[in-house]
């Protein structure tokens, strides 16, 4: 009976590491250059899942010229129109304010040598969402990406 009981223990502490190991949350890390994109261009994730996104933005330039940010957006807006407001926000870190509700995650403004790193849920929704850098020019430059959701 000793026996059986130490079995079931040990695999109780055996399932919990892989159910919990399963679960953990994916830290995508990502680096922004002074050619205006990033070196991580596709990020497959599962309906609802929970990842981090880290930027390191590397940059001899100061911040006010060259600042990378990573902004994950919905995807039924036109992204063209949300950059090109965004790129006349600069008191809300180039994040367009009337588009608020179609913004997924986005991190803080990065300069050279920063990193910044935002956690979110992934929408349960099937598709492909474009992230953006939202710093003006950057995204019509090629700085972008698509999270792709799927089972």
Do not use: W
């Not at 009981?5 to 830290?27: D, E, H, N």
């Not at 129109?81 to 986005?106: G, K, V």
């Amino acid at each position: 009976m000793k026996s059986l009981t130490k079995i079931t223990v040990i695999l109780a502490v055996l399932f919990t590491g892989i159910v919990s190991s399963a679960m953990a949350q994916r830290t995508i890390e990502i680096i922004g250059t002074d050619h205006m994109k990033f070196d991580v261009t596709t990020i497959e994730a599962t309906p609802g899942e929970e990842i981090t996104i880290r930027l390191t933005t590397k940059s001899n330039l100061p911040k006010q010229a060259m600042a990378h940010n990573v902004v994950v957006v919905d995807n039924d807006i036109d992204v063209n129109e949300f950059a090109n407001a965004s790129a006349r926000a600069r008191d809300n870190q180039y994040l367009a304010p009337d588009y608020e509700d179609d913004i997924i995650a986005a991190t803080d403004l990065a300069g050279g040598g920063e990193t910044v790193e935002v956690t979110f849920t992934v929408p349960e929704e099937e598709g492909d969402y474009e992230y953006i850098c939202s710093f003006p020019g950057h995204y019509a430059a090629g700085m972008k990406g698509v999270l792709t959701v799927k089972q």
